[in-house]
Each structure stands twice: as structure tokens, then as C-alpha cells.
């Protein structure tokens, strides 16, 4: 029996190794057999679109689901499903932003079972009835490359770099010296700024005594030629008040 254990798991790493593989019930042939790699530009972009494909090897109806240990890093479309006879159907999967650095440790999982009667609802609600010993399940890795090379590489080389660079000499005392110069030009800016609001305001209070002492000139001036427009015509009769 450990024999043939051995023997078995041994048969079934060779079909893994393959482009694609046969679940571990016969039920599917899946491709890729045991790694998604999704392909990237930079590492907080979208990935292009991926897909598994899934072969129904059986005479009878088979319906599938795919799941995945990190359902907010990926977008998959359709997650469950039916697959008739000899047919081949593709699941797009595509690695949204921001999640490429750690996508090596997320997976997939792939299940799928024999539908031996007619559906009495949709594929969703049938998934909750099966019993679990009647689904057969195959897992696949996930690997991201940036530009040809795994992303793991290029962050590493990253990492390298940053912690290889010297520290420029007396570094810290010149960054505090810019902060402080920087905040001595603020404090001076917000001093003037401060001191043109009350020159502005010394200004409008000057206008309106210049205005109010115009206004006053021109009053007297007013009474004067009033007076003097009486006084040069002693003929007209003086206003009397009309009688009611």
C-alpha cells in the first residue's frame, strides 16, 4: 500500500508537470496544471488578463467553482459555472492594482462534481447541496513577473539598493538646517502679511476722513452760496407759511 501510494503520487506530479492536468477524480483537465503567472509593468499595476481553462472529460454534465485565498486582489469572471460533455470553457482572471508584490502567496482552488440529475435551481444554490466527498479539487500557485522577471527578484534588487546607499555626510544636519530656514521664511512671510493687512487698514480709515471732510466742504460751501443768494435780492418777499 506504500507502494503504490508512492507510486501514485509520484504519476500524478508527472502530470502536473505537464501544461495541463487531470483533477485528482478525473473530472476536468485544467490548464495551467499548477501555476498562474500574471505579467505586470510595474508593481502596482493591473496585471493582464489570465485564464484557466477547464476541459470536461466525462459523458455527463459537470459544474465548477473557482475560489481564491485572496478574493479582493482579483477580478474572476465566472466563478461558478457548467460544463457540457467535451466542451472547454476559460475563467479570466486578472490581478488588479496594488497586488502584485505579495501575490505569491495567494491560490487558487478549482472544485468541480458530476451533476447526475436535472438542476432544480441555478448553479450557486446547487453547489450548496453537493457532499463534499463528491468534489474533486485542484489548487494552483500564483506568480507575478515584472518585465520578464519574477517580481520577488526585482523587489529584492530594490531593497539591496536602498540599504547599499552611503549616508551622505552631515546628511541629518542639513535636512534641519532647510527645516529650519524654511520656517524662518514662514514666520517672516506670515509677519508681513500681517503688517500690509494693518497698512491696509490704516489706508480705509485715511479715505473715509478725507471722504467725510469733503462731504463736509462741500456742505459749507453750499450754505455760503445759499446765503449769499438771499441776501443779493432784498425785493423777494420773505416765505411765509401757508395757511391750512
Not at 27 to 44: C, E, K, R
Request: hydrophobic share 35%.
Amino acid at each position: 500500500p506504500i507502494w503504490s501510494e508512492v507510486l501514485s503520487k509520484q504519476w500524478y506530479q508527472r502530470r502536473v508537470r505537464g501544461k495541463s492536468v487531470t483533477d485528482k477524480m478525473g473530472i476536468l483537465q485544467i490548464s495551467p496544471a499548477d501555476t498562474l503567472t500574471f505579467s505586470v509593468v510595474q508593481s502596482n499595476s493591473e496585471s493582464l488578463p489570465q485564464c484557466i481553462r477547464m476541459t470536461n472529460i466525462k459523458d455527463t454534465q459537470v459544474a465548477y467553482k473557482v475560489k481564491t485565498t485572496a478574493p479582493e486582489h482579483y477580478r474572476v469572471k465566472p466563478t461558478v459555472g457548467i460544463i457540457e460533455p467535451g466542451q472547454t470553457v476559460e475563467v479570466s482572471v486578472q490581478l488588479t492594482p496594488g497586488s502584485a508584490v505579495t501575490a505569491s502567496r495567494d491560490r487558487f482552488l478549482v472544485q468541480s462534481t458530476l451533476i447526475t440529475s436535472a438542476l432544480k435551481s441555478d448553479v450557486s444554490e446547487f453547489w450548496r447541496t453537493v457532499e463534499p466527498g463528491k468534489v474533486s479539487e485542484h489548487r494552483l500557485r500564483c506568480k507575478v513577473t515584472m518585465n520578464g522577471s519574477p517580481i520577488e527578484d526585482k523587489v529584492e534588487m530594490l531593497n539591496s539598493t536602498l540599504h547599499s546607499m552611503p549616508t551622505a555626510a552631515g546628511g541629518e544636519d542639513r535636512l534641519t538646517a532647510i527645516e529650519n530656514r524654511l520656517k524662518t521664511i514662514q514666520d517672516s512671510v506670515e509677519k508681513t502679511q500681517k503688517q500690509v493687512r494693518t497698512i491696509l487698514t490704516i489706508i480705509q480709515l485715511f479715505l473715509i476722513v478725507i471722504m467725510i471732510y469733503i462731504s463736509y466742504l462741500l456742505y459749507q460751501e453750499y450754505s455760503l452760496l445759499s446765503e449769499s443768494t438771499s441776501s443779493s435780492d432784498p425785493s423777494a418777499p420773505p416765505l411765509t407759511r401757508p395757511e391750512l
